[in-house]
């Protein structure tokens, strides 16, 4: 399903060359802020709603990639878009992909803010809060964010 709103948007399910039906005809990002605060790092995350996949679940905020968007751009857009305007200049820190098929990847990026944001602003999230690395392992996850979470917090926490 094409998204006539946005030219080039990549909002739709597609059927990847594994067999499975996946969100983001030209792939998808989501980003996982993080703030460094006296008593050690911060990040973001997000309570996606009963209408998103997972809904109830926490993660981090992200999205289809739109045509010739790359991860980074994508997941920013997203976060903007879920969380609201992303504070200061954000600088990317690294990166997690996973991809199961040739032609579909979701690529988390971590990436560095000077300062706590965010709140809820659309119908994809309940809740905006920014976790300690040992909170997020106490939250109910997202299946997606749960797999990739031990490589993200050791970006965060390097």
């Known amino acids: 399903m094409f ?27 989501g980003v996982v802020f993080v703030v ?29 990639l739109d045509q010739g968007e790359v991860p980074l751009e994508g997941a920013l857009r997203e976060a ?5 305007d992303i504070a200061g200049t954000p600088r990317l820190i690294g990166e997690v ?3 199961p ?12 803010v000077d300062e706590r944001f965010g709140s809820s602003i659309n119908f994809e999230t309940d809740a905006v809060d920014w ?13 997606g964010f749960a797999a990739a979470w031990p490589q993200l917090k050791a970006i965060v926490t390097a």
Do not use: N
């Open 36 to 64: 460094r605060e006296d008593a050690g790092p911060r990040v973001m995350l997000q309570k996606r709603s009963k209408m998103a996949h997972e809904g109830g679940t926490w993660s981090c905020a992200g999205g289809a």
């Open 101 to 112: 098929a040739t032609d579909w990847a979701y690529t988390t990026v971590v990436v560095e």
């Open 131 to 143: 976790c300690t690395p040992a909170e997020v392992e106490a939250l109910p996850l997202h299946a």
């Open 3 to 29: 998204d006539e709103r946005r030219p080039g948007s990549g909002d739709g399910f597609m059927r990847c060359s594994d067999g499975h039906v996946r969100w983001g005809i030209y792939g998808a990002a």
């Open 97 to 99: 992909v996973f991809q």
């Open 80 to 84: 903007s878009e879920e969380v609201g």
